[in-house]
């Protein structure tokens, strides 16, 4: 019901919705305040963020025309919020050798340390620990991006020793540091794209897994969306056994509503993103949870719209089942590929369930 209220006042150009949240539009790569001027964007194309530092941990750059960046909240907490954002993105980029802790944040701020982090958790899902811990992730992933090696990535991005990364490496990339590494320059990406009842279907894969599944109306958007994930690699529909690979995967998606054990994903993201997609595929095909009792699950009860966003950030659609997720109301909430092909996708599943 609240994605669906702050949808509706992104398209009216509220400005009483100012200041409580912002909204990034896929296509462009924009962020902007509810109220921004500029031409409304498509909805299944909006990401909408609590603070404009989670839009921008995502790579999204602030509007120059409404300038979002600059909006002040009267939320308290809110603002204590983004304070620790702020001071925590500004730790990694000017000090990256000096571990940031709760105990520094709470001298920052004037707030005792359990104060900050129920507030801060309260907001985003995370605590200020898990949100230092992703930056330098995502440092690291921009470090190995622009061609440093791992050892410099990982130094650069406040690491003691690539063997720090290593050892929660499945935890926090879904993958080794090399391997994602090989997501840059010199990494194989096998794709291959047909007709499905959800429109056109790219399905992609390294050697070690599926890394995208995605969806939409033509070949050129789709291959456009994989080269911004993968700007640096070798992506090409034939790369020897990798395409024919990638094509039983997408005769097997198309006659079947169920998942394969053994189909392996090659796929990264936070540690909290990993735990709501291993959630994920426990759903089994043709039933639904909501956002909440996946939060629940997760022994994080407070946690539903960080939830939310994990399913949304969700590369690899159909294996990993964001679509059968659903809002508390019994009601379809966000789907990356649009709320119509969701309800497709469930329906499809559930007719082949009562099928056997």
């Known amino acids: 019901m609240l994605q669906e209220t702050r949808l509706a006042q992104v398209l009216s150009r509220d400005k009483e919705a100012d200041g409580q949240f912002v909204y990034g539009v896929r296509t462009t790569g924009i962020y902007c305040r509810p109220s921004c001027a500029s031409r409304n964007p498509r909805p299944e194309n909006i990401r909408l963020f609590e603070l404009p530092e989670q839009a921008e941990a ?39 050798d000096e571990k940031l802790s709760l105990k520094a944040l709470a001298e920052e701020t004037g707030y005792s340390e359990d104060h900050l982090s129920k ?29 440093e090696s791992i050892s410099g990535a990982a130094y650069g991005a406040g690491y003691g020793s690539p063997s720090r990364l290593y050892e929660k490496a499945k935890e926090r990339l879904g993958m080794t540091p090399a391997s994602y590494a090989k997501g840059g320059k010199g990494a194989e990406i096998a794709y291959a794209t047909t007709d499905c009842f959800l429109g056109r279907m790219l399905v992609a894969g390294t050697r070690s897994g599926v890394c995208a599944v995605y969806f939409g109306a033509s070949d050129d958007d789709l291959r456009a969306e994989l080269n911004d994930e993968f700007p640096h690699a070798e992506i090409a529909p034939e790369i020897g056994e990798l395409s024919d690979w990638t094509g039983r995967i997408v005769a097997f998606l198309e006659q079947s509503a169920k998942v394969l054990p053994d189909i392996p994903l090659d796929m990264y993201g936070t540690a909290f993103q990993r735990r709501v997609w291993q959630e994920l595929l426990k759903i089994a095909p043709g039933t639904t949870k909501t956002y909440r009792e996946i939060a629940e699950d997760m022994g994080a ?56």
């Open 58 to 96: 995502e790579g999204f750059r602030a509007c120059r025309r409404c300038r979002p960046d600059l909006q002040k909240t009267a939320d308290p907490k809110l603002s204590l919020t983004r304070q620790i954002c702020k001071y925590t993105a500004r730790h990694v980029a000017e000090s990256p």
């Open 301 to 356: 009860p407070k946690s539903a719209r960080a939830v939310g966003r994990a399913c949304a950030t969700n590369p690899v659609s159909l294996i990993v089942p964001c679509h059968r997720v659903i809002g508390t109301d019994g009601k379809l909430h966000g789907y990356r590929w649009g709320l119509e092909r969701k309800e497709m996708l469930r329906d499809w599943e559930a007719d082949r369930r009562k099928a056997g």
């Open 119 to 147: 507030s801060f958790k309260k907001v985003l899902g995370l605590s200020p620990v898990d949100y230092y811990d992703n930056l330098r992730v995502k440092t690291f992933k921009k470090n190995l991006q622009g061609g």
